[in-house]
Structure formats: structure tokens, C-alpha cells
């Protein structure tokens, strides 16, 4: 069985999702976007193996953690989509203008494309391309669970940002109702920032997405 953890970390108070098979400990990060020694001592503290980093998108508060994280434990970094590499290329710049601690740059092991899958052990997720807060963002389905880890896309009565470089506004929307809806209005989703909710609820009462 699969269990999730979820951390705020960094002064955005991001959601950075720890995501371990119960029988062998094997574990995913995904969107570490700092405070890794409180990550780690969590890790520790479950008698967790840390295997894989998963990410979202490119930006800051979400991949700040994951190149100095990979170069710790020797991991590989999975996602986002190319889409983002722009974002990822800029992290140092990024971090200066935050006010974060200098992000370690990196190149993902493995980019991700909607339709691929990212397995921990015997459990496998499904990805989906979500672009317009981003235009390379994905987001980890796990049908096992009901759960989804979206990022930025959606959250409990609002939607991503779009006024970054390359978001847009229509985009967003249409990954919201053509990717995230289909899976379920049961499916429960941790977004990057804030309480979780369900598909259902949002389009139920959230002002930006209610209806469609």
C-alpha cells in the first residue's frame, strides 16, 4: 500500500509530498522545494529509502531543493516536461530574486510527457500534462490511492497563476477540465500550496472553474 506525507517547506509554505510504499520503504519526493534537512529527518524518522525525485514544474518554491537533493543521494530528478527546462535553467536567478537559499542547478534525468507513467516499487502514477501556470507543469495521478499531487494547477477555491512567463490563462482552464475533471470527481488533490480538496468540490464551489 502506498502512504503520503505532505510538508509545507520555504517561506511559500509549498506542499512538498513524501509518497513511500509501506512494505518496502521505497520512496518518492515530490516538489522539494527546500528545507531538505527537515525533509530528510522525516525520511529518517519512518525508516524511509529515499529513491526518486518527482517534479511538477520549474519554479522556485517547487524545484529549489532538487538539484542539491539528487547530488546528496545520488537521485534522479523526474520532471516536469520540457516545457519548463527555461525555468529550471533560471533557479539561481530565481532563488536571488525570492530571497531563497542559492538553488543547485540541474538537468532532470527524465523529462515527462502526458500519457507517461513514474513508478515507486510496484506502484505506478500517471502524468499529465497540465501546462498554463507553467507551460512544462505535470501532475501525478495515482488511481490506487484516488489521489492527485497537481502543483499549481488547482486549489481549494482558486487556480494557478498565469501572469508568469508563458502561462496563460485559457491553457490553464483547459488542462483543468480536459485533464484534472476526467479523473474523478472522488479524487482527492494535494495542490502546491494550502488544504487539499477534491475534484468534485472544486467544481462544485470554486468561483474560477464552478460549472465546467
Keep these: 500500500m502506498l502512504s503520503t506525507l505532505t510538508l509545507p517547506v520555504t517561506p511559500f509554505a509549498q506542499n512538498c509530498s513524501l509518497l513511500w510504499?509501506?512494505?518496502?520503504?521505497?520512496?518518492?519526493?515530490?516538489?522539494?522545494?527546500?528545507?531538505?534537512?527537515?525533509?530528510?529527518?522525516?525520511?529518517?524518522?519512518?525508516?524511509?529509502?529515499?529513491?526518486?525525485?518527482?517534479?511538477?514544474?520549474?519554479?522556485?518554491?517547487?524545484?529549489?531543493?532538487?538539484?542539491?537533493?539528487?547530488?546528496?543521494?545520488?537521485?534522479?530528478?523526474?520532471?516536469?516536461?520540457?516545457?519548463?527546462?527555461?525555468?529550471?535553467?533560471?533557479?539561481?536567478?530565481?532563488?536571488?530574486?525570492?530571497?531563497?537559499?542559492?538553488?543547485?542547478p540541474f538537468t532532470p534525468t527524465r523529462w515527462l510527457q502526458d500519457g507517461d507513467t513514474v513508478a515507486l516499487g510496484q506502484h505506478v502514477l500517471a502524468v499529465r500534462h497540465c501546462p498554463g501556470h507553467t507551460p512544462g507543469h505535470v501532475v501525478f495521478h495515482s488511481s490506487e490511492l484516488k489521489r492527485a499531487f497537481v502543483g499549481d494547477v488547482l486549489f481549494a477555491g482558486s487556480i494557478g497563476r498565469t501572469d508568469f512567463p508563458q502561462g496563460d490563462h485559457a491553457t490553464l482552464i483547459r488542462s483543468i477540465t480536459q485533464r484534472l475533471w476526467p479523473l474523478g470527481d472522488d479524487t482527492v488533490f494535494v495542490p502546491g500550496h494550502g488544504p487539499e480538496s477534491s475534484f468534485g468540490e472544486e467544481r462544485r464551489s470554486n468561483p474560477y472553474v464552478r460549472g465546467t
Design 21 to 104: 510504499d509501506d512494505a518496502t520503504r521505497q520512496a518518492a519526493v515530490i516538489d522539494p522545494g527546500g528545507e531538505l534537512d527537515r525533509l530528510l529527518a522525516e525520511v529518517g524518522r519512518r525508516g524511509l529509502r529515499l529513491e526518486q525525485v518527482w517534479l511538477t514544474h520549474g519554479h522556485i518554491d517547487h524545484a529549489g531543493g532538487a538539484g542539491e537533493l539528487a547530488a546528496r543521494l545520488a537521485l534522479p530528478i523526474i520532471g516536469p516536461h520540457e516545457a519548463d527546462r527555461f525555468w529550471i535553467d533560471a533557479l539561481p536567478e530565481q532563488s536571488r530574486m525570492f530571497g531563497f537559499p542559492p538553488a543547485q
